[in-house]
């Protein structure tokens, strides 16, 4: 059975950090690709970032580049997303996904408030 657990997330305030993990199960976790989401009400999924199987990375949205990165450790069969420098309107729910096959974790809230 494949599970995608987020954990991490939390009320910051602005110009603070947090690290999602995304603990994956059921899977070969480092045979894949993941992928961070973020979705707040009202608006579409937006892609975070990327990382491959091996580690190589990508940071998709243009407003988190500089502040976000993403990593992985296959032998935990984990992935984070390090978030820096956060913002107000970084306030969402972070999903991550496996897209191989299309799986999603059920989300961790980051809100960002003084």
Request: proline share 4%; glycine share 12%; charged share 15%.
């Amino acid at each position: 059975q494949v599970q995608l657990v987020e954990s991490g997330g939390g009320l910051v305030q602005p110009g603070g950090s947090l690290r999602l993990s995304c603990q994956a199960s059921g899977f070969t976790f480092s045979h894949y690709a993941m992928r961070w989401y973020r979705q707040t009400p009202g608006k579409e999924r937006e892609l975070v970032a990327i990382i491959g199987s091996g580690g190589d990375s990508l940071i998709a949205a243009d407003s988190v580049k500089g502040r976000f990165t993403v990593s992985r450790d296959n032998a935990k069969n984990t992935a984070y997303l390090q978030m820096n420098s956060l913002k107000p309107e970084d306030t969402a729910v972070y999903y991550c996904m496996a897209p191989f096959a299309n799986y999603w974790g059920q989300g961790t809230q980051v809100t960002v408030s003084s």
